[in-house]
């Protein structure tokens, strides 16, 4: 078991580039979690997979974002034509089952926008 | 919609003293509760939860009770380590929605 892996660690893009974030979840989990956490605040949840099924995705994930998660394993989430305010950590988590009790969280990717 | 309260902090305490950081819940329904704790440069992890009214989560030492009369789940341990330094995150699930996580409570143990 080797955790819930994210790459990048740190991101620095200018406003109006595009950015992709992988995640890699402990491989036996079915579900896989992006959340999003700015200074100061708890992590805010962004969308979730069951398997390679986009199950759920917040009123927080605008147009511009999109995630994937092709054949149930890693998933990637995009970011369009970045903007200052999606500055954030974002964070990957993973569970196995059917049922939220108990996520596994990537240490998260550092996104800022110039 | 679902939402939880957590004490702010910093809180700073000198080791072996008694903790208590405070969380409150509002849902529809009846949620599961949990603390999870990131340590720093550590992804978060759960440190314990209770799934339904009275239960008692425990990890660690740490412990907490859901008390759905005053709708709070607070996080108490007896004796604080240098080692317990880290972020406190309250979080809540109704159903099978995903977590909703408190602001997070960042505590501080001196030696």
């Known amino acids: 078991d080797t955790g819930v892996s994210q790459n990048p660690r740190h991101k620095i893009t200018k406003r109006g580039q595009n950015v992709t974030f992988r995640c890699d979840p402990i491989s036996e989990h079915n579900r896989l979690y992006w959340y999003r956490q700015t200074l100061g605040q708890g992590p805010e949840f962004l969308t979730y997979?069951?398997?390679?099924?986009?199950?759920?995705k917040s009123r927080l994930l605008s147009d511009r974002f999109s995630a994937e998660r092709p054949k149930g394993s890693f998933s990637t989430l995009e970011i369009q034509r970045t903007e200052q305010g999606d500055s954030a950590m974002y964070l990957c988590a993973s569970s196995l089952g059917q049922t939220n009790e108990k996520l596994f969280f990537g240490s998260g990717t550092q996104l800022s926008v110039l | 919609g679902d939402s939880v309260t957590q004490m702010e902090g910093p809180v700073t305490l000198s080791e072996e003293a008694f903790l208590t950081i405070n969380c409150t819940y509002t849902?529809?329904?009846?949620?599961?509760l949990f603390w999870y704790v990131q340590y720093p440069g550590e992804g978060l992890q759960l440190l314990l939860k209770a799934t339904k009214a009275d239960d008692k989560g425990s990890n660690k030492g740490f412990e907490a009770t859901y008390r759905k009369e005053t709708t709070s789940f607070h996080l108490e341990k007896g004796s604080v380590q240098v080692s317990d330094s880290a972020v406190y995150f309250c979080a809540l699930s109704s159903g099978n929605t995903p977590l909703v996580f408190g602001k997070g409570t960042r505590l501080s143990v001196i030696a």
């Open positions: 849902a529809t329904g009846y949620p599961s």
């Open positions: 997979f069951q398997n390679e099924a986009q199950l759920e």
